[in-house]
């Protein structure tokens, strides 16, 4: 299997802020793969400079072999982008709008691909709507097909799935995880974690610039295995310290992390025995959630360092 994203040692500066410092990825060919990271973090600006967007200041980047600087119109036919933000022209309908978009990429009698497009993302019976006339949702929606019109095969999803339904996001989801089993490469931030650990094969998380975390989803949330044991008691000051030294307080709840089940009621039995009730008891385990803030604390590794890739 090929590469179809590369990015070497990616530097870009706006004045003295330093958005990326120094990233690189290797993505293959047909992964899903996750852009993890929170605001500020410099997703949006990778994701600027792979589109050609945005220039960096060293570094290099390439789509399906193409470089993005030297073979700028090659890189980006292989590439589709789904913005944050939400960009549209208000003197065009949505299948004006697609048709449009198809012949940048010098496609003609592309409305059989079209049609497929706007079924998938249930917009048929708004082809013939004036842009300006949709909601936010819808309007997101057809962002999401432009970029897929012209059949990429690798596709940026920015937040694709922000201020969007639920309904619209499960067949957003169905529909691009079809494409993936197709053989396209798709890339994903997402502030949804729940999103990204049902979908992505593989993680990168980002801070402050640099990669932080790159590994397979389950390698990431092994990092983190267990459970989460968290107890609202009736009288915490009656909570001895030894256990408040293991525990994390979150108001009026403390919150236990497990490494097995055998390890519930020893605990249970050392609370009953100072006297505390239980009010109300909730025991989950690690999700990806987890895991991100472990990482953007710098919890995650004994060196705090990347993970392997």
Request: one cysteine or more.
């Amino acid at each position: 299997m090929g590469g179809a994203v590369s990015i070497q040692k990616v530097v870009k500066n706006f004045g003295t802020l330093r958005a990326l410092d120094g990233v690189s990825l290797e993505i293959a060919e047909g992964e899903f793969f996750g852009l993890l990271g929170p605001n500020g973090a410099g997703k949006t600006t990778l994701i600027s400079c792979l589109a050609g967007l945005v220039r960096p200041d060293v570094g290099e980047l390439s789509v399906m072999g193409r470089d993005v600087r030297a073979d700028y119109r090659e890189a980006r036919r292989r590439l589709g982008v789904v913005p944050q933000e939400l960009v549209f022209d208000p003197f065009f309908s949505v299948r004006e709008t697609l048709r449009i978009q198809s012949g940048y990429f010098g496609l003609r009698n592309n409305d059989d691909w079209i049609d497929e497009i706007l079924e998938n993302l249930d917009l048929t019976n708004k082809a013939d709507v004036n842009m300006r006339r949709l909601s936010g949702g819808m309007k997101r929606r057809v962002l999401v097909a432009q970029a897929l019109v012209h059949k990429p095969p690798v596709i940026v999803l920015d937040e694709p799935t922000a201020g969007v339904d639920v309904e619209l996001r499960q067949g957003l989801w169905q529909f691009v995880q079809r494409l993936n089993r197709e053989g396209h490469t798709v890339i994903l931030t997402t502030h949804y974690l729940e999103e990204a650990e049902a979908l992505c094969g593989r993680i990168a998380m980002l801070k402050q610039g640099r990669i932080v975390a790159l590994d397979t989803t389950r390698n990431l949330l092994a990092r983190l295995s267990g459970h989460e044991l968290t107890l609202r008691l009736a009288d915490s000051e009656h909570l001895p310290e030894r256990l408040r030294t293991v525990a994390i307080n979150q108001g009026q709840d403390w919150v236990f992390r497990l490494n097995g089940f055998d390890e519930i009621e020893p605990l249970l039995a050392g609370i009953r025995q100072a006297g505390c009730a239980i009010e109300d008891l909730h025991l989950a385990q690690t999700d990806l959630e987890d895991v991100f803030v472990s990482v953007m604390q710098g919890r995650g590794d004994q060196d705090g360092g990347e993970v392997s890739r």
